[in-house]
């Protein structure tokens, strides 16, 4: 799970707190915040214009990629939903449309974030 944000957006150094807080009542996901400005590198060419962006990852697949509501309660849900799929249904759903068929690679955080 990352969250894509820039410290100079307000939206973003308000919604930190509670992505830390829900990562804490989510001990089994990696939580991980990622300064795009910061930390070029990991975002590489992915084009964030909308704040907070989220990925979400099971092992190297991308479950979702894009923007997101800063709701703390839709990630909750979102997460919820994710983890309630078993290994063969998550990579169902990731073949599932074009879309997610091309965050695959694309939009893969966790393969960038450093060691």
């Known amino acids: 799970m990352a969250c894509l944000c820039a410290e100079w ?5 308000e919604y930190r707190p ?3 807080r829900l990562g804490e009542r989510f001990p089994q996901v990696a939580f991980v915040w990622v300064d ?8 590489d ?3 964030v214009e909308n704040f907070p962006s989220i990925v979400i990852q099971r092992g ?3 479950l979702f ?7 703390i ?3 909750e849900r979102l997460i919820q939903t994710y983890l309630a799929l078993t290994d063969e249904e998550a990579r ?4 599932g449309n074009s879309e997610r068929l091309a965050w695959q690679g694309f939009a893969d955080i966790r393969g960038r974030l450093p060691s």
Request: with cysteine; proline share 8%; net charge negative.
């Open 9 to 13: 957006c307000g939206t973003c150094r």
């Open 18 to 20: 509670e992505f830390v």
């Open 36 to 43: 795009i400005e910061d930390s070029p590198e990991v975002v």
């Open 45 to 47: 060419d992915l084009d």
């Open 60 to 62: 190297n697949d991308v």
């Open 65 to 71: 990629y894009g923007p997101m509501l800063p709701q």
């Open 73 to 75: 309660g839709l990630l």
């Open 92 to 95: 169902a759903y990731v073949q």
